[in-house]
């Protein structure tokens, strides 16, 4: 029991984490964390409502993750280029200014990659503008289901 809880916690970090760093999905790992504390407390920490619940959001939030930046980049006029621009520079922003670099490296990184493939100056950081809007929308709508997930999981400990 103790040890399930314990890899619970580790996933609710990891979760937590996920939603912040490209390519690692959190909400999933935060889910599972329900799922272990479940496990540990013979299925009577949550109901199978809630747990229905909770992968129904866990399923939606981590498909938007994969649509809102290319949404924000489709909205704006961004390319590909864009796209990956801002998945590098929010990696280069995490890895030399964390967190807010993280921040400003997406909007970097899809203007300077925008540039590059040809885009002049405003239409460069419109497209910028939008993939850095459907990045940071997808962080918060992971990090708030990650969240409740943390929430719920202390609450039924």
Do not use: H, N
Not at 52 to 73: F, H, N, R
Not at 109 to 126: I, M, N, P, S, T
Not at 137 to 150: D, E, I, P
């Amino acid at each position: 029991m103790i040890v399930l809880i314990a890899i619970g916690f580790l996933f609710l970090i990891i979760g937590i984490i996920g939603c912040i760093l490209p390519g690692l999905a959190g909400p999933p790992f935060s889910y599972m964390a329900l799922i272990l504390l479940s496990i540990a407390k013979k299925w009577e920490a949550f109901s199978t409502e809630f747990l229905l619940v909770m992968a129904g959001i866990t399923l939606v939030v981590t498909s938007l993750d994969y649509v809102m930046p290319a949404a924000g980049a489709k909205r704006f006029g961004s390319s590909k280029a864009g796209f990956w621009g801002a998945v590098l520079g929010m990696i280069i922003g995490l890895i030399y200014a964390p967190p807010l670099g993280m921040i400003i490296g997406a909007f970097l990184g899809a203007f300077v990659a925008e540039l590059l493939a040809g885009k002049q100056g405003y239409d460069a950081l419109r497209a910028g503008w939008g993939v850095f809007i459907g990045v940071m929308v997808s962080m918060v709508l992971k990090l708030t289901a990650s969240g409740v997930m943390t929430f719920y999981f202390i609450k039924a400990l």
